[in-house]
Nanobody, 125 residues
Framework: QVQLVESGGGLVQAGGSLRLTCAAS????????MGWFRQAPGKEREFVAA????????IYADSVKGRFTISRDTAKNTVYLQMNSLKPEDTAVYYC??????????????????WGQGTQVTVSS
């Protein structure tokens, strides 16, 4: 069974940094666009960042542009989200997601086929 496992969440003060990791259980994800989404209490799950299957293209939500960086290590079947200059409004459960192989990267959560269980990020003011 395909699995995505996130880690790296935690409690951090405003202005601090965290790096989230998403480990995929199958090598086939090396050909899959990957994305990060987040969901705050009482809100819909929203797009954060995505990376192409080659790792050469990325897109970001305006709210995190310039502060967050998505990257991938194909050899390790792993995707990262480096989060800097964190703000209290970044507090949410962060989810890793994957599309089927050789698809295009996208902001649309409905187009992602696999999801992790989420990791909590809490930013205190």
């Amino acid at each position: 069974q395909v699995q995505l496992v996130e880690s790296g969440g935690g409690l951090v003060q405003a202005g601090g940094s965290l790096r989230l990791t998403c480990a995929a259980s199958e090598r086939t994800f090396s050909n899959s666009p990957m994305g990060w989404f987040r969901q705050a209490p009482g809100k819909e799950r929203e797009f954060v960042a995505a990376i192409s299957w080659r790792g050469t293209s990325t897109i970001y939500a305006d709210s995190v542009k310039g502060r967050f960086t998505i990257s991938r290590d194909t050899a390790k079947n792993t995707v990262y989200l480096q989060m800097n200059s964190l703000k209290p409004e970044d507090t949410a459960v962060y989810y890793c997601a994957a599309r089927r192989s050789i698809a295009s990267m996208t902001r649309d959560r409905e187009l992602y086929d696999y999801w992790g269980q989420g990791t909590q990020v809490t930013v205190s003011s």
